[in-house]
């Protein structure tokens, strides 16, 4: 199977841009089947992006996602941060051909 | 309004075998699949496994060994089973939904803590 690999945690100060990435380490990554959750401390995840680049309705348009299929990675690009977006990021992917689910790691996100 | 409702036991010991319930109200259950999905404190999410409506399940292949999800539609629940706990199966366990297309979670149960301890 599959790994989803995500930095650790990233760091930036509210109005700046930050990115997420999500490499898959086998298989084509496919935009259909790319997640992002944001899960707030103590709080359960929410989905901010589906289908790699769709946002639920709510979410800020502020939230982007993109697919690099050169590098097989989603990413999640949050632009004019604010103190709210602190939050641990993670993104999921499922095996197409088996429908099971994997999750990144997890990456933490600061902003100050 | 659409809710997602977890129940179960909280603390066991090692051996004995987790079993959580989740309740739906306010949606059909059918046209979807169900998930669980737990996250060991401070640690990251891990899928369990699923099932849809009918009843066709699939698993974390680590956890395949010890897990059966099944549904009982007449009750819109679907529950997990975890055989065999030990420590390393202490966390926080969510139930949620699953739409089809697009793919995506759009609702989660509140979460349950399960213990292991002796």
């Known amino acids: 199977n599959f790994m989803l690999t995500q930095p650790h945690s990233v760091s930036e100060s509210p109005g700046k841009t930050v990115t997420i990435s999500c490499t898959r380490t086998s298989g084509n990554i496919a935009s259909n089947f790319v997640q992002w959750f944001q899960q707030r401390p103590g709080s359960v995840p929410t989905t901010v992006i589906y289908?790699?680049?769709?946002?639920p309705s709510g979410v800020p348009d502020r939230f982007s996602g993109s697919i690099d299929r050169s590098s097989n990675s989603a990413s999640l690009t949050i632009s004019g941060l604010k103190t709210e977006d602190e939050a641990d990021y993670y993104c999921?992917?499922?095996?197409?051909?088996?429908?099971?689910?994997?999750f990144g790691g997890g990456t933490k996100l600061t902003v100050l | 309004q659409v809710q997602l409702q977890q129940w179960g036991a909280g603390l066991l010991k090692p051996s004995e075998t987790l079993s959580l319930t989740c309740a739906v109200y306010?949606?059909?259950?059918?046209?979807?699949?169900w998930h669980w999905i737990r996250q060991a404190p401070g640690k990251g999410l891990e899928w369990i496994g699923q099932?849809?409506?009918?009843?066709?399940?699939s698993y974390n292949p680590s956890l395949k060994s010890r897990v059966t999800i099944s549904v009982d539609t007449s009750k819109k629940q679907f529950s997990l089973k975890l055989s065999t706990v030990t420590a390393a199966d202490r966390a926080v366990y969510y139930c949620?939904?699953?739409?089809?297309?697009?793919?995506?979670?759009?609702?989660w149960g509140q979460g349950t803590l399960v213990t292991v301890s002796s």
């Open positions: 949620a939904r699953v739409v089809a297309a697009p793919l995506h979670a759009d609702y």
């Open positions: 289908e790699a680049k769709q946002r």
């Open positions: 999921q992917s499922i095996d197409s051909s088996t429908d099971l689910w994997v």
């Open positions: 306010g949606a059909s259950f059918s046209g979807y699949s």
């Open positions: 099932i849809n409506h009918s009843g066709s399940a």
